[in-house]
């Protein structure tokens, strides 16, 4: 025989754990552990009968108290009705389960699962918002009984197995005594009730899988990886259960010129140097189409301008971000013989001479040779 477990071990607490925190601790675990809850698991039966041999002992403080002083030796006889009293009391614990009270315990019929649905949407339908028509095989209510199950429409019947309990009894031989558990009707799976007159379209479900057309309206300004939730478009429940729930993934590509940062666009744009040194008006990209925007002389590469509102509209107010537009002065590749002509009589009029606004040039020139 395998040693004994320590009983405080098995009920995962201290030695100088309080009445009240076995208590807990026990009631935690036959919750996981009931024969009710794990029929036909001969495990969870032997650990179950452990833990509740475990806390007749460690539930009571005078038994405690005699394990405490003689350590791993089996106590004297320990009245199992107590245990089985105390189980008894279980009956919140079984409408949680089985939603049903202790009187009647049945099963509800299930909810029908929720679906999740990926889409992908630009950027420019970010900005509008659009709309998807999804297509997705699903559990549906069937149409021909509507959803009873049954070909004559007269729905469920009391299970005759069950007597409508949705339950069954049996008595199991325990160290403590005869414990007689509750298991849930084969017949009708718990529910109480059965189809005598299957539907031959769903074969007594009341639904069966078909192709579920949803429109989903994916609102302007919404985020990438949000979930919309339409309620109800999930697949259909048991009978009498509600739907589950459809879950819209939304999934926004990138953009080939704009980055996205909450509600504003950042974007990137070339600038001849000549336009840079002189200002004037250079064509910027927008979404969906193109403006125009105004630089002034003298802007350096690396400037950011603000385009103000022609972000993306906030998702709840609707009021639009903007659009910021950086810079880039380019420096020409290819010379003709005129233009560097030019810029050499350009450079010859201190054209190559940077102005040295912040000092940059002597700091660097200290840098460099050391300031001793
Ligand atoms: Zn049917
Ligand atoms: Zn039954």
Not at 122 to 151: F, M, N, P, W
Request: net charge negative; charged share 25%; with cysteine.
């Amino acid at each position: 025989m395998a040693p004994r477990r320590d009983y405080y071990e098995i009920l995962g607490v201290d030695r100088s754990a309080t009445q009240d925190t076995i208590k807990r601790a026990f009631r935690r675990l036959a919750r996981r552990y009931h024969p009710d809850v794990n029929p036909d698991d001969p495990e969870s039966e032997a650990l179950f009968k452990e833990m509740a041999e475990a806390y007749a002992v460690l539930g009571d403080p005078g038994r405690r108290a005699q394990y405490d002083r003689y350590g791993q030796a089996r106590p004297g006889p320990v009245m199992a009705g107590d245990i089985w009293e105390e189980l008894a009391g279980f009956g919140d614990l079984f409408e949680a389960f089985f939603g049903t009270t202790r009187g009647g315990r049945r099963a509800r019929p299930r909810r029908g699962s929720d679906l999740r649905y990926d889409v992908q949407i630009t950027l420019e339908e970010v900005a509008a918002g659009t709309q998807r028509v999804i297509t997705a095989d699903r559990l549906q209510t069937c149409a021909s009984c509507g959803g009873t199950g049954s070909k004559s429409q007269k729905g469920r019947q009391p299970c005759a197995g069950c007597q409508g309990t949705g339950q069954t009894h049996y008595t199991t031989a325990t160290p403590f005594g005869r414990l007689s558990t509750a298991t849930i009707c084969e017949t009708c799976r718990g529910q109480g009730t059965v189809v005598t007159d299957p539907c031959p379209e769903c074969e007594g479900q009341g639904r069966r899988v078909g192709q579920g057309k949803m429109t989903v309206t994916i609102p302007p300004g919404v985020e990438d990886g949000v979930s919309l939730r339409l309620e109800g478009e999930g697949e259909a429940g048991e009978t009498g259960a509600p739907p589950g729930d459809l879950y819209v993934f939304v999934h926004v590509q990138p953009h080939e010129i704009f980055e996205r940062r909450g509600r504003d666009l950042y974007c990137e744009i070339p600038v001849a140097f000549p336009t840079a040194a002189l200002g004037g008006t250079v064509p910027i990209p927008a979404l969906g189409g193109a403006d125009e925007l105004s630089i002034p002389a003298g802007t350096q590469s690396g400037a950011v301008f603000t385009v103000a509102r022609k972000g993306l509209p906030d998702v709840r107010t609707g009021v639009p971000g903007h659009q910021y537009v950086r810079v880039r002065v380019v420096t020409p590749k290819k010379l003709t013989a005129r233009q560097r002509e030019l810029l050499a009589e350009f450079a010859g009029e201190g054209g190559d001479q940077i102005e040295d606004e912040k000092g940059w040039i002597e700091r660097v020139r200290e840098a460099l040779i050391g300031d001793d």
